[in-house]
T-cell receptor, first 116, second 113 residues
């Protein structure tokens, strides 16, 4: 099956620093990648959609200057949380859509961010 | 605005029983309806999915029933096992939006021995 890898799985940082999370599709080309945020015992909230080589499309209420998304290649997307604050602490999950497998999304294992 | 409504919020089923989770949607443009299983601290894993051209899909112990006119779909887990204890999310998407998933709020399933 298709594999999506996220790194790091856990990260702790100080308030005011920036954190980068990588999302890689290991065995397929991801035409589109999605970034989700999940608070404890809650559902996944879509943050943004990124297509390879173009700017990400952010959902309403998501600050694009705070959550920088780059989709430089068909196998890699990155989410950078800039000037992180404690309220940014959350579980961030990426998903990728494979070219030729319309609709089917594969999720990474998630990245737990804790901002002190 | 929650585009996909899921119930119940939590469910307790005895081992060997049938677990049933229901979802409803409003957007008739949705054309892909997957179910995901999530264990604590892990990303969601695709369980089974259906498109609106069929009314039922079965894979092993998991069955999706789809009612297009009622805009409802449900997940049935037959012969539920303790290892099935997890959070289940229904979702819906449409091709025109690039298949960004709209998730239900999730159902926490506990299968007791």
């Amino acid at each position: 099956g298709a594999v999506v890898s996220q790194h790091p799985s856990r990260v702790i940082c100080k308030s005011g620093t920036s954190v980068k999370i990588e999302c890689r599709s290991l065995d397929f080309q991801a035409t589109t990648m999605f970034w989700y945020r999940q608070f404890p015992k809650q559902s996944l909230m879509l943050m943004a959609t990124s297509n390879e080589g173009s700017k990400a499309t952010y959902e309403q209420g998501v600050e694009k200057d705070k959550f920088l998304i780059n989709h430089a290649s068909l196998t890699l997307s990155t989410l950078t949380v800039t000037s992180a604050h404690p309220e940014d602490s959350s579980f961030y999950i990426c998903s990728a859509r494979s070219r030729g497998r319309a609709g089917e999304l594969f999720f990474g294992e998630g990245s737990r961010l804790t901002v002190l | 605005q929650q585009q996909v409504k899921q119930s119940p919020q939590s469910l307790i089923v005895q081992k060997g029983g049938i677990s049933i989770i229901n979802c409803a949607y409003e957007n008739t443009a949705f054309d892909y309806f997957p179910w995901y299983q999530q264990f604590p601290g892990k990303g969601p894993a695709l369980l089974i999915a259906i498109r609106p051209d069929v009314s039922e899909k079965k894979e092993g112990r998991f069955t999706i029933s789809f009612n297009k006119s009622a805009k409802q779909f449900s997940l049935h887990i037959m012969d539920s096992q303790p290892g099935d204890s997890a959070t289940y999310f229904c979702a819906a998407s449409q091709g025109d939006s690039g298949y960004a998933l709209n998730f239900g709020k999730g159902t926490s399933l506990l299968v007791t021995p």
